[in-house]
C-alpha cells in the first residue's frame, strides 16, 4: 500500500490489515497509551472544500502519533490560484513525509500521487470517499463483530459516499442494495465491477433496499459543490429518507450509520437519528482510529 486514493486500489487483505490496526490504536488510545509511531513526520493537510472530522480527526491523529500536521487552505495555496498540481507535488514532496487531500476532481489526488514521490491521502473527492468508509466498516465490525452474511443499504444519492461503501461492502464480502432515484445511480463502472464480483441491487423503493439489512447508510443529498442544486435535489429525493418505514423493513438490530453532517427531516428523521446516534458518533470517532492506522502503513 503506496498511497489511499481510492478503496478500489486496496485487496481485501490490506483493508482487513487497516482495520486491525485501527482496532489496535483505539485499545491503546482507551487505555491511555500513545505509541510515536510517527515521531517527526510532517502531514501536509490540502482543503479545496469544507470539514470538521477530516480536518479535525488528521490533525490530533498526527499528534497523537508524534507527528505534526499542516492545515493547507486552497485560499492560501498557489493551487488556489491555478499552480499546476504536478509542480505543486513535487514541491511538497520536497518538504513532507505525506499528503492528505480533500478535493473536486478525483484526476487531482491521482495526479498528486503521479507527480510527487510521498504518499496521498484521499480526503474525499466528488468521486469517492475512502477514509470515511473505512471508519464505517470498521463500526460495522465492531458492532456486528465480523462482515459475514451482513447486508448494507444505502438510500440517496449515488455520491462518492455510495461510490465507496458499495466497494468496502463488496471487497470484505457483504451484500450491497442501494435505492435511488433514476439519474442519481452511483459510477457506472462500479455497479458493473459489484454485480460481478459479489451481489448487488439497485432499486427506486428504498423500504425494499432496506429489506432484511444489517446496515442501512444514507448520506446529504446536495453534497460540496451542487449548493445550487440544491431545491431540484429535494425534489428528485423525496422518499429516499432513512425513516421509521425504512427501519421496519430492515433487520430489528439493524444499525444506521451517516458520514455526517446530516440534515434532519431530508435524508434521515430526527427521531432515527437519535435513536442511532451512539452508532453515528462511535462511526464519526473511528474517523480518528481508522486514518491513525492509515498514516500508520503508509509514513511509517
Ligand atoms: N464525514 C466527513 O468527511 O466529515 P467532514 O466533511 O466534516 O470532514
Ligand atoms: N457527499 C458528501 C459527504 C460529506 C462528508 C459531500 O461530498 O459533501
Known amino acids: 500500500m503506496?498511497?489511499?486514493?481510492k478503496l478500489m486500489d486496496l485487496t481485501r487483505e490490506e483493508i482487513l490489515s487497516v482495520l486491525n490496526l485501527a482496532d489496535q490504536l483505539k485499545y491503546e488510545r482507551q487505555k491511555g497509551t500513545f505509541g510515536d509511531y510517527l515521531k517527526g513526520k510532517k502531514l501536509g493537510m490540502i482543503f479545496q472544500k469544507s470539514s470538521t472530522r477530516t480536518r479535525v480527526s488528521f490533525e490530533t491523529g498526527m499528534y497523537e502519533l508524534g507527528g505534526y500536521a499542516l492545515f493547507l487552505s486552497n485560499r492560501d495555496l498557489?493551487?488556489?490560484?491555478?499552480?499546476?498540481?504536478?509542480?505543486?507535488?513535487?514541491?511538497?514532496?520536497?518538504?513532507?513525509?505525506?499528503?492528505?487531500?480533500?478535493?473536486?476532481a478525483q484526476q487531482e489526488v491521482e495526479d498528486l500521487a503521479k507527480y510527487?514521490?510521498?504518499p496521498v491521502i484521499n480526503g474525499l473527492t466528488d468521486y469517492c470517499h475512502p477514509c470515511q468508509v473505512l471508519a464505517d466498516l470498521m463500526t460495522i465490525r465492531e458492532r456486528k463483530g465480523s462482515f459475514k452474511g451482513l447486508k448494507m443499504c444505502f438510500i440517496g444519492d449515488g455520491n462518492n459516499m455510495a461510490n465507496s461503501l458499495m466497494v468496502g461492502a463488496i471487497k470484505?464480502?457483504?451484500r450491497f442494495s442501494i435505492a435511488c432515484p433514476k439519474g442519481y445511480e452511483p459510477d457506472s463502472e462500479l455497479v458493473a465491477w459489484a454485480k460481478k464480483e459479489g451481489e448487488f441491487y439497485m432499486t427506486e423503493?428504498?423500504?425494499e433496499a432496506a429489506k432484511d439489512a444489517?446496515?442501512?447508510?444514507t448520506d446529504v443529498w446536495a453534497s460540496m459543490g451542487q449548493e445550487e442544486e440544491k431545491a431540484k435535489r429535494e425534489l428528485a429525493f423525496k422518499g429516499f429518507q432513512i425513516n421509521e418505514t425504512v427501519m421496519k423493513a430492515a433487520k430489528k438490530d439493524a444499525m444506521v450509520q451517516h458520514c455526517l453532517p446530516a440534515h434532519r427531516g431530508e435524508e434521515i428523521t430526527a427521531e432515527v437519528f437519535e435513536a442511532h446516534a451512539d452508532e453515528i458518533f462511535d462511526e464519526a470517532e473511528n474517523r480518528l482510529h481508522a486514518q491513525k492506522a492509515v498514516l500508520c502503513k503508509l509514513l511509517k
Not at 2 to 5: G, N
Not at 214 to 217: G, P, R, T
Open 78 to 104: 498557489q493551487i488556489g490560484r491555478g499552480e499546476p498540481v504536478e509542480d505543486t507535488a513535487r514541491v511538497l514532496s520536497r518538504y513532507l513525509d505525506g499528503i492528505m487531500i480533500r478535493t473536486f
Open 205 to 207: 423503493d428504498a423500504a
Open 2 to 5: 503506496k498511497h489511499l486514493l
Open 214 to 217: 444489517d446496515v442501512v447508510l
Open 172 to 174: 470484505t464480502g457483504m
Open 116 to 118: 510527487g514521490s510521498i
